[in-house]
């Protein structure tokens, strides 16, 4: 499904990725572990087209997405992917059922159907009843499970979680991995979760550890 | 603690330096203003003081006698070149004793005359026929500075003998110059009124500074959010709250500070070009805009005294404890009570249509509290109307961005609307003197540069200014070269009625008569009645008219007179086709017929000295439009960076998901330009209400569109605005780029 081969990139004279090759299936859901500072972030940027590396191909479905322009590269982060970060993700100014809803709404669909297909997924991930709350009014497991709502709602091919867990209690995180495990299973939505820890990774089908700049080690789970 | 304030204000990282240098500028361009508004009242005082030696003759204190001076002869006459005044004195030395005007030398003698720079270089450039050949005789020296209220001041002293200005009935015998302020002698009516003035400038510079300031207040919370953060974490280490306070003082004392001297620099830059502004009527020498000490010290200590009370108040609205910034309260949402002093203005000022009060003092108070209530209304209701609009527009949206700018805008509609709160009161302030002015000034029938008014010249002949035992001149006398000068389309004569003056000026019958068919030559001027041989008319053959009638469809009333042959001759009217050589060569050309009379001049001319002061108060008011549009700009682009700042991760996040740049551009753009517009429109509306109540009220004038030029003036003035937010759009980009969420 998506594809690192030999992936090269600096940022200034610091490397951040020194050839880093890495596969993973469809309906995969794969776990990149390392230490602070080993690229693991930089490498699931650079398979979702966020950023553009030095050397080395990308590739998504048979395609190679590394020297599509950024216009090309947005659309296809618009259209298949879907992301989910640690902290600060969602719209201030937006209610929880809008934040979902704007993928929908930036790819045209009508306000009151978007909403209505937003809605559903507040049952799905244990939010009924917290629509109409802004992000300072959630707590971080509330606010990180509408970040994933928000990732789901418009049926990703790929979902990248980037420390998902990172800024909730263990008890919270395990819960909000449940949920990301299982709404991707029942939508054959493949996974790419960047975490440093070791429980998070245990939800994956497979992880490999990233270590200065390269994929060293995969464990098959 | 004072000098580690000092290191983060200057040192503190890019995010302080920005908001230093934001701050800086702001507060130097409010300084600007203030110090500009100051020595324009500085410089109307004197050029007060130069318009003085003009009323020589007029106040009391120049005629008294006085030994050991020899008087001389003075009479004074306003004349005009292609629409600008041209004053004349005519003077004669009664003995070697006699005073002198600043800026010459000496009182010119018969046959010689000084005229001023201006006018010197127009005696070298225009042809003689036209403006040289009313000044006998040769110049004999340019006057001086020291005797011109203005660098363009058109000025010409003539030198006459004792004895042909002595049978002058308006001249007078002077034993001084008068060097005083006019304003303080109670006869002399050649000058300025200081405190009017005073009062406008103040006016307008309260319309001016209004936005700077709301622009330094938006600049001092740019990047707050931040310094709080970093205040929190002094906290953390022991920092006292006294000293959190200090620190925040410095800081922006410094920035105050340095935008006040960066002030100093932007007035006396600007000094030059605001000399060249005629807010007076004319234009100023630079050296006089000048400031006194107490006008400096003010400043200099005034402002950043300002800036350190206002720091120490905006900390007030936060809470910093060593664990983080709390905010002391969430800004309720605004309630429509706040529309009830805008009702109230506007209910008053209607209240007064049809019922003018009595006196001068109840019609101010009425007006004017009128006028304050519409204005503290409209920044009142600004909130609550923002508000409204906002949920409406998050309401009804479709697409993200305005759901997110609309929602943006309704969660602090205050914020909002504080940005664009300067630019609301200069607007409404600035249309409602313009729509009144320009009302006012239509209505005074200015009239329509075709118009018989505008085209004809008048040298009336009146018999209190004729010398004791003089006849006024006969037909015989008109200039034989008048009707060949090219442009002319008829010369017409003027004979005295048997009442020299109207009683009533709702009565047609003028002081003068013409005959049927020397009227009929020229149809502009109106007609007579079927049948009649002589009509009674004004001595212009325009006279006063009711608003809407244009001279050609006045009929003038029959007169029984049958001798009007054998009668004085009032005036000459001559009709030209408008034409600036024309009129200038017919002007002096009619100047010989009556060398000491009234100059000549058009009906229009006549109108346009008396609203002169008010067209001048209209383009101060667009001089504010085109300063406070720019400004409030600048205070939505300062307003739009703290706006990305507080919200660089979400919009960084939602970039990383493939969201368009565009979409957020569309979220800033509608964030920012709808409020500008919105509250533009209803300034404006308010303000043309506002003009429309009044005039109604104490004049019973309709209200008048206010021309091509203010729209334009207020189309590039927002058009400025909102290339200044465009200006800040390329910042989006940047701050919203990967790393942001990467790092942030």
Known sequence: MIEARDVKLSFGETPALRGATLAVAEGEILAVMGPSGSGKSTLLHC???????DAGEVQFAGQRIDTLDEGARSALRRDRFGFVFQFGQLVPELTAVENVALPLLLAGTKRRAAVAEASAWFDRLDLDGLQQRRSGELSGGQAQRVALARGLVSRPKVLFADEPTGSLDSLTGEHVMDLLVSSAREQGTTVVVVTHEARVAAYADREVIVRDGKVTTAVLT | MIGLGLRLAVAGGREAAARLVVVAAAVALGTGLLLATLAGINATKTQNLRYAWLNTGIAEYTTTPR????????LIRGDRFRGQELGRIDVAATGPAAPVPAGIPALPGPGEFYASPALHDLLRTVPADELGDRFPGREVGVIGDAALPSPDSLLVVVGQSPETLATQPFAQQVTAVLTTDPAGCMRCIIGLDNTMFTVSLSVIAAALIFPVLIFIGTA?????????????AMRLVGATPRQITVLATVESTVAAVAGTLLGFGVFFAARPGLAEIPFTGATFFPSDLVLTAVNVAAVAVGIPLGAAVAARLALRRVRISPLGVTRRATPKPPRAWRLIPLVAGVAELAYFVGRRPETTDGQTAAYLIGAVLMLAGLVLAGPWLTMRVARLVADRAQRPAALIAGRRLADDPMAAFRAVSGLVVALFVMTAASGAITSFVAERARPAGDSVAATSLTQAFWPERLAEGAEPPTVADIPAGLSAVPGVQAVLTVRENDRQVAQNMADPSGPGLISCADLARAPGFGSCPPGAQVVSVWQDLIGPRD????????????????????RRLLSVVVQTDGSDAAKERVRTLLA??????????SDAEHQASSTLTLVQFQRLA???ILASLPIAGCSLAVSVIAGLTDRKRPFSVLRLTGVRIRMLRSVVGLETAVPLLVVAAVAIGAGLLAASLFLRAQLDYPLHGLGAGYYAMV????????????ATLPLLRRITGPETARNE
């Open chain 1, 47 to 53: 398979l979702a087209g966020i950023l553009v590396p």
């Open chain 2, 67 to 74: 030994a050991g001076v020899d008087p001389a002869w003075w």
């Open chain 2, 220 to 232: 001092t919370r740019l990047s707050a959010a931040r310094r709080e953060q970093r205040f929190a």
């Open chain 2, 547 to 566: 608003p809407g009638v244009t001279p050609a469809e006045t009929i003038w009333p029959a007169s029984t007179v049958t001798d009007l042959d054998s």
């Open chain 2, 592 to 601: 010989t017929m009556d060398p000491f009379g009234e100059p000549p001049a």
């Open chain 2, 622 to 624: 667009d001089v504010v």
């Open chain 2, 715 to 726: 189309g590039g003035g927002l058009v400025a605005s909102l290339g200044i937010i465009a």
